[in-house]
Every structure is written in C-alpha cells, then in structure tokens.
C-alpha cells in the first residue's frame, strides 16, 4: 500500500494555535500549483505500486478552485497507478463549503471530507480565530451529505483555556447528532512560535487543569464508543469501515509520498521534507531540481517509530514480529520496560500483541517514551 499526501500551504487567515507552514497571501497559488504538478512528474518513479490513498491536507486544501483540483488529478492520474477504490480525501473549512464549492467537490474523484470545525460554540471559535460560526458548521456538514458525501470527519479540539466539562459535552452532543462516520480529536497543544503560546507566556491565559483535561478525554471515548465508533487510535474515532486509510498507513508505517513545500515523506528506511518555502519551492521546481532533507532510519529508530506508531492504535505492537524485525536485545530492552506497566494492567498482551488498556492511554506518552531506545 501506498499513499500521496498533498500539502496545500494556503490559509484565509491564520489560527492561533496553528504551527504548520502556511501563508495567507495566496497571489502565487496558480504557480504553486505548477509547481506541484512538476514535482509530481519528477517524483513518479519514488512510487512502484498502486496508490491506495491520496490526501489533501494544509493549510486548507478547500482554498483551491476547480481548475486547480483539475490540473492536479489529471498529473496523478497521468503519472501514477491509482487504486480504483483509492480513499481521496480533501481537508476543507465550513466557511469555504458553499453550496457551489461542495458540487464542484461532489464532481471530483474525492469520496470523502475533513472539515476542520474545532469547535460548536462560538466563543470557542473566536478565541482559535476561526472563520466560521456553530451554525456554519453545522450547515456545512449537511449540505456535503445532500449532495452525496458519506464519508465525514470533523476535528474537535479540547482542553482550551476556560473550557469547562460540560461545554465539551456540548460539543460532542452536535458532532454526535450530525450523523458523521469519523471524529478526530486533539487536545490543545501550545506550540513555539504560535499566537496562542506568546499568549501563554505573556500569563494571559492559563491551561486548562489537568484533572479537567483528564476528564475531558474519557468523556470523549464514552459519549463516542457508546454512540457505534470504534476508538481505533488515540485522537482518532471512527464507524465501522470509516477508519482514515490514509492516516492507518501512517501508523503501520507504509510508504507515502509527499508534494508540496515543506511535505514529509517515507520510503520504509527513509524520512525526507520539502524545504518549508513557498519560493524555494516554485524555484526549485521550475529549474527541475526539488530541495529536500533526507534522514536515513537506523534499526534503533525504526524499533522506536515501531513502538510509537504501534501502541497509538487498537492494533499495538505485535511482539513476534519485533522479535524478527528488531533482534532479541531490543524485545528483552522492550518488555523489561513494559513489565511494570503490564503488573498496573495499563498494558495488555493477548494473542502475542501488546496494547494499551483504556487506563494506560491516559498516560500514553510516559509509557511509549519508557519503552523507547535511548
């Protein structure tokens, strides 16, 4: 299996929470586009199998226009082997959903939506400089299911400054009533060089308490798994046959190729990014010479991405296989270390599989960071 990420770096305006490479100037997408589709061509022969998952991601991919999404299909078409059943998945904001914009998405190879909402009061929404109301998002989500989307996400976020238990509630009450296939949702995470963390230092807003947080997160796994969605990764939840393709092959750590400026890749031993410049980026492409960063993955840091990647999903970390792929020292360093939390039952092996219990996902990070070769 592999997979094409699309990263589209154009944003209306900027969020204050948001640490991904974007712009809000967006007098270049035409050439940038251009410039996608060179690198796309240059980077054919990186991809010797079918594509099962293409995804538009951002920045807000719903910032293209028709003729945009156009001249892209038609390149990955031309130069690649697509799956006929590929998951095509365009990331988009409610404000830009229009009834024109879904149509022009509902005539696409796209089959399914990742509408970025965060949150349904809209107090919330303005403190993250969202775009748009409550309302908004609401509509938005069935108007993509009139004109024929049945494959929806939505991104909630959690744990802001101020956020109370029962406002969360309130939040997941509407994405549940909305009749939505998937639901990812992250807690807030003040990231450098981010409006919301010069806040954060500046005393002018305080995290939420951790006992809150904590709450927040188990609510979130009972209201969802009670309501037929299956808590098939940490932050992900979806129905039955409504998992993300695309992010399930990042987590079993499939191949995927990524386009666009500042785009991450992986070819099963190696890690590479585009340079994080708009210009750069066009330059490059126009005189055929792509500007990237190579890391090559020696066995002690694919055995940690092994462990990461496994113990974030319901499917953990099968232990026959690290044996053969790792080497004995690495399984006995692994399950010393696991041995503690398998006596507090936060971990579980069953069927030669080690996962995390429900109580050891709420400290999921000190486990897997125990776990991991140093």
């Not at 990231?191 to 939420?208: C, D, H, N």
């Not at 979130?220 to 969605?229: E, K, M, P, S, V």
Request: aromatic share 12%.
């Amino acid at each position: 299996m592999a997979g094409i990420y699309i990263h589209i770096p154009y944003c209306k305006t900027r969020c204050t929470y948001c640490d991904f490479y974007t712009l809000t100037n967006e007098s270049q997408i035409d050439a940038f586009v251009d410039a996608l589709c060179t690198e796309a061509g240059i980077r054919k022969e990186e991809l010797n199998e079918p594509v099962q998952t293409i995804y538009f991601g951002g920045g807000t991919p719903s910032r293209l226009h028709k003729e945009h999404f156009d001249q892209i299909f038609d390149t990955l078409f031309s130069h690649y082997v697509i799956d006929p059943n590929a998951e095509i998945t365009v990331e988009a904001n409610p404000d830009d959903l229009s009834d024109d914009y879904i149509r022009m998405l509902a005539q696409l190879p796209v089959n399914r939506l990742s509408i970025g909402i965060q949150s349904f009061d809209d107090g919330e929404l303005k403190f993250l400089s969202r775009r748009h109301s409550a309302r908004q998002a609401i509509d938005a989500v069935k108007k993509c299911q009139q004109q024929g989307f049945h494959n929806i996400s939505i991104d909630l976020m959690y744990g802001l400054p101020g956020q109370t238990l029962e406002r969360w509630e309130q939040n997941l009450y509407q994405a549940l009533a909305l009749d939505i296939q998937h639901v990812s949702a992250y807690h807030l995470i003040y990231e450098e060089k981010t409006r919301m963390y010069s806040l954060l230092k500046a005393g002018k807003i305080k995290p939420v308490d951790e006992e809150i947080s904590t709450a927040m997160f188990g609510r979130l796994i009972d209201r969802l798994t009670t309501d037929g969605f299956i808590h098939y990764e940490i932050s992900a939840f979806g129905k039955e046959g409504y998992f993300s393709r695309h992010n399930s092959a990042y987590w079993q750590n499939k191949k995927y190729l990524g386009l666009g400026p500042a785009a991450h890749s992986y070819d099963g031993d190696n890690r590479s990014w585009n340079v994080a410049s708009l210009n750069r980026y066009i330059k490059n492409m126009e005189s055929g010479s792509p500007e990237r960063e190579t890391e090559h993955l020696n066995p002690y840091e694919k055995y940690n991405e092994f462990i990461l990647t496994g113990l974030r999903t319901m499917w953990g970390v099968n232990l026959p296989e690290m044996k053969s792929r790792f080497g004995e020292t690495l399984f006995q360093f692994c399950m010393e270390n696991a041995q503690k939390y398998l006596d507090k039952g936060l971990l579980t092996t069953e069927d030669q599989t080690m996962k995390l219990t429900r109580e050891g996902i709420f400290i999921s990070d000190g486990i897997m960071s125990d776990l991991m070769w140093v």
